[in-house]
């Protein structure tokens, strides 16, 4: 697929989780391409990443991403468990090997560029991206585990936190740039 706003980076956003990934690929701050989730099956940690990887593979072959953004898994305020980070750093690797840079986003910057909880964030992407509305999960208590929808706005708030932080120019938007070039 060719860029079709050739003046829009397209990003593609990438959240594990445990039944697979969570995606969504961006053109620019309001064109969404595609978002969806993707299974993995696998018997083992490694089968189940290496088929994810195989997955986060295909999705930068058919939409060839300028930048690839995910969860910064080292950071203190995440909580991803031993498989997730190890996908995350093949994620990475894999990404270098295709040209596409990758930008790591904590928990926290996530945070700023939104509001305080994953619930709130997820309306405010249905909001902006109705075709999204119909896959809004309900709020979360904390009796219920995440529900399944759930990664895709993950992902999509990792492609928007991006372009916030590089339209707004606030917080450390030097670094940002820095890691593009």
């Known amino acids: 697929m060719d860029y079709i706003l050739t003046n829009q980076l397209r990003v593609l956003a990438i959240d594990p989780s445990t039944k697979g990934i969570g995606f969504a690929v961006l053109e620019g701050p309001e064109r969404l391409i595609d978002w969806g989730i993707k299974q993995a099956e696998g018997e083992t940690d490694d089968a189940k990443n290496a088929e994810c ?54 928990p926290e ?18 909001g902006r991206f109705p075709e999204l509305g119909s896959r809004l999960p309900r709020p979360r208590t904390l009796t219920m585990s995440e529900q399944y929808e ?6 999509m708030a990792f492609a928007l936190t991006y372009f916030h932080f590089r339209t707004r120019g606030i917080g450390d938007r030097k670094r940002i740039l820095r890691s593009m070039r």
């Not at 930048?67 to 991803?80: G, H, M, T």
């Open 150 to 155: 759930m990664p895709v706005f993950d992902a």
């Open 53 to 106: 990887a195989k997955i986060v593979a295909d999705l930068i072959d058919r939409y060839r991403p300028r930048i690839l953004a995910l969860e910064d898994a080292a950071a203190d305020d995440s909580r991803r468990c031993e498989r997730v980070e190890n996908l995350l750093a093949a994620i990475r690797q894999l990404a270098r090997e295709k040209r596409v840079k990758v930008l790591d986003f904590t």
């Open 109 to 126: 910057r996530v945070r700023r560029a939104f509001a305080p909880t994953k619930d709130v964030i997820a309306a405010a992407i249905a």
